[in-house]
């Protein structure tokens, strides 16, 4: 009736596999993926933002004055440290879609720092959440492979006794 595949991986679609896998390769892939991400978050923050920075003739209110340049170049440089720290986390285990933690950390700060214009020690606390967030997604993954490592060595050594 219903048969089962000999190899119940090759029946997985590429659709339908892990989102986690390790992302080993060269520096410059690394490189790329990092400043790619954070470019994308900077820039989707932007746009979520612009409907606050354009004119009041639409009823919003407007966003607080001041310039947006130091803002987008704090964001940049944090989104750098932040998809820094999830690829290099990335390249050693499985870490589930980092791309989107970094990105949507990166945008919800951008977007905030545009629309709100805070002082400079509340941006520092928005990045400090943002670290602790990435960190807590590091961990997540750095704990399940370290749990799928010692289960791997339990199972090898009952195989042997």
């Keep these: 009736m219903n048969d089962l595949p000999e190899n119940p991986d090759a029946s997985v679609g590429s659709d339908d596999s892990e989102d986690a896998e390790v992302r080993p390769g060269p520096l410059w892939r690394h490189a790329v993926w990092v400043v790619a991400v954070t470019a994308a978050g900077v820039a989707l923050g932007w746009v979520g933002a612009l409907f606050r920075i ?6 919003l209110p407007p966003a607080a004055p001041g310039a947006l340049w ?12 932040l998809a820094a720290i999830l690829r290099v986390v990335a390249a050693k285990v499985p870490v589930y879609e ?29 990045a400090v959440v943002g670290l602790l967030l ?21 199972s090898r050594a009952q195989g042997t006794a």
């Design 134 to 154: 990435v960190g807590v997604w590091c961990a997540v993954a750095l704990r399940g492979a370290a749990v799928v490592r010692r289960t791997e060595e339990v």
């Design 54 to 59: 354009g004119p009041e003739e639409f009823g």
């Design 70 to 81: 130091p803002y987008l170049f704090a964001w940049t440089a944090i989104g750098l440290a």
């Design 98 to 126: 980092p791309e989107t933690a970094a990105i949507g950390i990166v945008m919800i700060g951008t977007r905030l720092s545009l629309g709100w214009r805070p002082e400079p020690l509340e941006v520092a606390g928005i």
